[in-house]
């Protein structure tokens, strides 16, 4: 005879559970049409049927920090001449955003000293200016949004700069400066496209090997705190070009109006476009790509570099099938073992509770972002998806999924193992001290957890693990991975020329730029 138990069990799997008003859904909430990915697109890449890919495709943003002291809005800047702090009149000088400036009455002062300033802003009643867009071309917030004074007061006396000497296009050309340039490329096809970046799919032409080429307009990344982060991007290329899951660098250079990143060809395109068609993955499936992933990250780590942008359209595959992180846009580097940083940025619906709560932080986020990552891996569906929420305006906001992030539970799918759950508890715990990745153990509990128990971590490092799908490339220029919204557009940049845009730019900002991995250059001369 059955029992109890038994028949107990047997009708509550039939009969699931409501949901809790005002409380995130759980799993038996949904139906396969509210699944993150809900149905099979037409084709591998386009949009399911009424799917909004805006929605998942969010963009990360930086939201500008300033800090308010005696009446001053203070903002990090960054200098190129001689500059002196107001407090204790020594030169402001270091690598990166060295001081302080008062966007209001244009006070100058170490980071140091900010706090140390007892004179009032000259200006302390300012109006709002229109909300300003960042790098990727999103507007900013009102956490961190900006500032104009109704009049503009007389900066500090700096040492004048000398004049720019113009620059021309023949002075960009190969030379002794570097070795390559936009002749040495054929342009081939359009493969991405952000808000200030166009990626091309390109061939150079000495070698005949298929490169990836992100294009950058010097007349959007002008802004001081811009122009560090392509410099940090670019470091960070270069140091990702050491370990098999990141897309490395082969070379930079520049035109007078534009920056070239020239990076690896990863063909295989990326987990949204997989998640697309699969909607969700099998557990071991998702464990490969989460074990990879945390090798790169922890490579990051160890080297001082908080990712910061962990997202299904930033993981790649490659031919083969093994994964590779890109787009370093929001990196931060030169992070030691206990420091901190307090930038608010991010994709939206990846960002960290302590990021939300304005706590200083450091690497934890990345492993949050990761646990979102596998949490749509397996489920189908963010871990902070609200039913009906595209038909409630007051759900469908940013503030609102803020919200859900810090004080909603997070609900683990009762499908998924109960390895798998824990890992998912483990990496999305909202108090980063106890977060999986986060303690005395550091990268080793991410080792050791029972979810990971099958991975080979030294042969899976080594790329001597076959991966669990291989994506089906015709050759080496196949592009079926890759959306033809974009592979549809004509390949064409516009020819510099002398506008006023071009003279606008301070070309001495970007000295420096130019840049040759050692490594692939050697490759090359053995072709």
Known sequence: MRSFWTEFLTAAASHPFPAIPGDIPTPYDFDRSEELFPNVPAAPGMPCAGEDRSIYRRGARRWRKLYRVNGHIFQAKRFNRRAFCAFCQDRIWGLGRQGFKCIQCKLLVHKKCHKLVQKPCSNEHVDPVEVKEDANGESTLGRASSVRSRAEPEPLPE??????????????????????????????????????AKVLMVELKRTKRVYAMKV??????????????????????????????????????????????????VRGGDLMFHMQRQRRLPEEHARFYAAEISLALHFLHERGVIYRDLKLDNVLLDHEGHIKLTDYGMCKEGVRPGDTTSTFCGTPNYIAPEILRGEEYGFSVDWWALGVLTYEMLAGRSPFDIAQAADN????????????????????????????????????????????????????????????????????????????????????????????????????????????????????????????????????DCV
């Open 159 to 196: 040492t004048p700069p000398a004049p720019p000497a113009p620059v021309r296009a023949e002075d960009l050309e190969p030379g002794s400066q570097r070795h390559y340039s936009l002749e040495d490329f054929e342009l081939i096809r359009v493969i991405g496209r952000g808000s200030y």
């Open 393 to 524: 305006p007051d759900q469908n906001t940013e503030d609102y999924l803020f919200q859900v992030i810090l004080e909603k539970t997070i609900r683990i799918p009762r499908s998924l193992s109960v390895k798998a759950a824990s890992v998912l508890k483990g990496f999305l715990n909202k108090n980063p001290v106890e977060r999986l990745g986060c303690g005395e153990g550091a990268f080793l509990d991410i080792v050791n957890h029972p979810f990971f128990k099958s991975i080979e971590w030294e042969m899976l490092e080594q790329k001597q693990v076959v991966p669990p799908f291989k994506p089906r490339l015709e050759g080496e220029r196949d592009l079926a991975n890759f959306p033809p919204e974009f592979t549809d557009e004509p390949v064409h940049l516009t020819p510099d020329d002398d506008s006023t845009v071009i003279a606008d730019i301070d070309q001495s900002e970007f000295e420096g730029f130019e840049y040759v991995n050692p490594l692939l250059m050697s490759l090359e």
């Open 216 to 265: 950058i307009k010097k007349a959007l990344v002008t802004d001081d705190e811009d122009i560090d982060w392509v410099q940090t991007e670019k470091h960070v290329f270069e140091t990702a070009s050491n370990h098999p899951f990141l897309v490395g660098l082969h070379s930079c250079f520049q035109t007078p109006s534009r920056l070239f990143f020239v990076i690896e060809f």
